[in-house]
């Protein structure tokens, strides 16, 4: 069963950091982009930002760009999200998502982990 498990989120003050990480079990995802994605309350879910499984290359969304940074390990099967210098409005469920090579989709998905920034 594949399964992905964030965790690291919580609560934080405005201009703190978290690391969320997101292990992957059932399966390797070392051949797999994989995203963070977001959603606030009320709101629809959106693109944090992801890594090339190629080349470990990164693209992320303007409202964090140069705040944000995703990392890999893939002998550890995991994903990271380093969140520095955190807003009130980076408060949402953080997920993690391995895109299929078959759709090209992000097609697996975990169940989330809450951050809360604080003002």
């Known amino acids: 069963q594949v399964q992905l498990v964030e965790s690291g989120g919580g609560l934080v003050q405005a201009g703190g950091s978290l690391r969320l990480s997101c292990a992957a079990s059932g399966r390797t995802f070392s051949n797999n982009d994989m995203g963070w994605f977001r959603q606030a309350p009320g709101k629809e879910r959106e693109f944090v930002g992801y890594?090339?499984?190629?080349?470990?290359?990164?693209d992320y969304a303007d409202s964090v760009k140069g705040r944000f940074t995703i990392s890999r390990d893939n002998a550890k099967n995991t994903v990271y999200l380093q969140m520095n210098s955190l807003k009130p409005e980076d408060t949402a469920v953080y997920y993690c998502?391995?895109?299929?090579?078959?759709?090209?989709?992000?097609?697996?998905w975990g169940q989330g982990t809450q951050v809360t920034v604080s003002s």
């Open positions: 890594i090339r499984w190629i080349d470990s290359s990164t």
């Open positions: 998502a391995a895109r299929s090579k078959y759709t090209n989709m992000f097609d697996y």
